[in-house]
């Protein structure tokens, strides 16, 4: 949390004991921030910890005016005046998750203070660090709650910031049993009798009861009529038991006339299923699985003129225009159904949510689907196909009210101009 205020220099030093890290997620996705002028630029979970890496940076005055710089006073003497921003990290900060389903308290932040507040100059840079307890495994998206705007103060909340916490594998050997009376002594499995008489008998092998079955499954449709159409349904395990960074993508065909598929599953975890169809625009989607089957339809749209999808998949930070990483695969994706499809032209639309002044948020929407613009003409398509217009705010999918819904209105559509 931030003041503005006029005073001095803060020293900070980074410390603190390192535990075991199972997962790291850098440079997290994040759906909203209170205050732009930090950021997460890592979180990593110990078996203990939620370790969240952040980054203040003050704001440089604007003005020509050097700082410090020094007044007259009354008296006849001179007062040096400096501007700085004030930080610290409340000590009651909050890590919620589900929509405040389940809260985990702050265990202690570094390079910041806590009750007290230290001073930042102008263009200053700090890094600091806060330990919460650890989020359960399975919760893959929390808010960071740590406190109320008022009085000048500038609270440090982030909601919807995305991390890599796949759920426990079952580990039944591990949990603690619960008391049983004594196990009667286990009859010995009759002999076979011997096939010949110098032949020993040999023991019954008992039978190992067979695992459930767990599969993905689901239809293939057009999205227009919703008509079953035949599809290639692409997988890949992102995380789970003993995943390796490169783990091979394997596919199945959905089945005419039904449009049905099923993916049987041999090991649980995170799913990566993409599904592509002659003729339509392809979708992806994350999908977990742990004991029982996820059933997922997929409605595809048709390549034709008028047609209009979202672009789910295209992220970009907070407030920036410069695309991330986790949106090149659905980009690259676009760049295939475009070159599949020579004589295409589109229309790419940017829109944003309701928060900021209007005209920066227009500006910023057209930004954004100029960076998308350059990826795919970096990648070949000729830039005279692709159109561009940032509507800002003003075309909301939704009322633009709650946290929830504003993520939904920060989006890019294309629209087919010409096929």
């Given at each position: 949390?931030?003041?503005?205020?006029?005073?001095?220099?803060?020293?900070l030093?980074?410390?603190?004991?390192?535990?075991q890290?199972?997962?790291?997620?850098?440079?997290?996705?994040?759906?909203d921030?209170?205050?732009?002028?930090?950021?997460?630029?890592?979180?990593?979970?110990?078996?203990?910890?939620?370790?969240?890496?952040?980054?203040?940076?003050?704001?440089?005055q604007?003005?020509?005016?050097?700082?410090?710089?020094?007044?007259?006073?009354?008296?006849?003497?001179?007062?040096?005046?400096?501007?700085?921003?004030?930080?610290?990290?409340?000590?009651?900060?909050?890590?919620?998750?589900?929509?405040?389903?389940?809260?985990?308290?702050?265990?202690?932040?570094?390079?910041?203070?806590?009750?007290?507040?230290?001073?930042?100059?102008?263009?200053?840079?700090v890094?600091?660090?806060?330990?919460?307890?650890?989020?359960?495994?399975?919760?893959?998206?929390?808010?960071?709650?740590?406190?109320?705007?008022?009085?000048?103060?500038?609270?440090?909340n982030?909601?919807?910031?995305?991390?890599?916490?796949?759920r426990?594998?079952?580990?039944?050997?591990q949990?603690?049993?619960?008391?049983?009376?004594?196990?009667?002594?286990?009859?010995?499995?009759?002999?076979?009798?011997?096939?010949?008489?110098?032949?020993?008998?040999?023991?019954?092998?008992?039978?190992?009861?067979?695992?459930?079955a767990?599969?993905?499954?689901?239809?293939?449709?057009?999205?227009?009529?919703?008509?079953?159409?035949?599809?290639?349904?692409?997988?890949?395990?992102?995380?789970?038991?003993?995943?390796?960074?490169?783990?091979?993508a394997?596919?199945?065909?959905?089945?005419?006339?039904?449009?049905?598929?099923?993916?049987?599953?041999?090991?649980?975890?995170?799913?990566?299923?993409?599904?592509?169809?002659?003729?339509?625009?392809?979708?992806?989607?994350?999908?977990a699985?742990?004991?029982?089957?996820?059933?997922?339809?997929?409605?595809?749209?048709?390549?034709?003129?008028?047609?209009?999808?979202?672009?789910?998949?295209?992220?970009?930070?907070?407030?920036?225009?410069?695309?991330?990483?986790?949106?090149?695969?659905?980009?690259?994706?676009?760049?295939?159904?475009?070159?599949?499809?020579?004589?295409?032209?589109?229309?790419?639309?940017?829109?944003?949510?309701?928060?900021g002044?209007?005209?920066?948020?227009?500006?910023?929407?057209?930004?954004?689907?100029?960076?998308?613009?350059?990826?795919?003409?970096?990648?070949?398509?000729?830039?005279?196909?692709?159109?561009?217009?940032?509507?800002?705010?003003?075309?909301?999918?939704?009322?633009?009210?709650?946290l929830?819904?504003?993520?939904?209105?920060?989006?890019?559509?294309?629209?087919?101009?010409?096929?």
């Open positions: 949390m931030k003041i503005r205020l006029f005073t001095l220099l803060l020293l030093t980074v410390s603190g004991l390192r535990a890290v199972q997962y790291t997620t850098e440079n997290p996705r994040v759906d921030v209170n205050d732009t002028d930090v950021i997460i630029q890592r979180v990593e979970l110990t078996a203990q910890y939620t370790i969240i890496y952040m980054r203040f940076e003050a704001p440089k604007s003005s020509g005016r050097s700082w410090p710089f020094s007044i007259p006073m009354p008296n006849g003497g001179q007062r040096q005046l400096e501007s700085t921003n004030n930080i610290g990290f409340q000590p009651n900060s909050r890590l919620y998750v589900n929509q405040g389903e389940k809260s985990y308290k702050l265990i202690r932040a570094e390079n910041i203070p806590g009750e007290t507040r230290r001073r930042v100059r102008p263009g200053e840079r890094d600091f660090v806060a330990y919460f307890e650890r989020i359960e495994p399975g919760y893959t998206t929390f808010d960071l709650f740590e406190c109320k705007d008022s009085r000048g103060y500038i609270c440090f982030f909601w919807g910031v995305h991390i890599i916490n796949p426990k594998k079952d580990t039944y050997s949990r603690t049993p619960k008391a049983t009376p004594p196990a009667q002594p286990k009859l010995q499995p009759k002999p076979v009798p011997p096939t010949t008489p110098n032949e020993a008998p040999k023991p019954v092998e008992p039978t190992k009861p067979q695992e459930t767990v599969a993905i499954k689901g239809i293939t449709r057009d999205a227009k009529t919703k008509q079953p159409i035949e599809a290639t349904i692409t997988y890949r395990l992102l995380s789970g038991a003993e995943v390796s960074s490169d783990e091979p394997d596919s199945v065909r959905s089945a005419g006339p039904t449009g049905k598929y099923q993916i049987t599953i041999d090991r649980r975890g995170v799913y990566a299923v993409t599904v592509s169809a002659k003729g339509y625009f392809g979708q992806s989607d994350t999908l699985t742990n004991r029982i089957d996820v059933t997922r339809d997929f409605d595809l749209v048709p390549i034709e003129a008028g047609a209009k999808i979202t672009l789910r998949n295209i992220y970009f930070n907070v407030t920036k225009y410069d695309l991330k990483p986790e949106s090149f695969p659905e980009l690259d994706r676009l760049v295939g159904v475009m070159k599949t499809n020579p004589t295409m032209q589109i229309r790419l639309e940017g829109h944003t949510d309701i928060v002044e209007f005209d920066k948020n227009v500006e910023l929407s057209r930004n954004r689907v100029n960076e998308v613009k350059r990826y795919l003409v970096d990648k070949g398509i000729g830039a005279g196909r692709i159109e561009t217009v940032g509507y800002g705010p003003s075309r909301p999918i939704n009322t633009n009210k709650s929830k819904e504003r993520p939904e209105n920060r989006r890019v559509e294309l629209v087919i101009v010409k096929v």
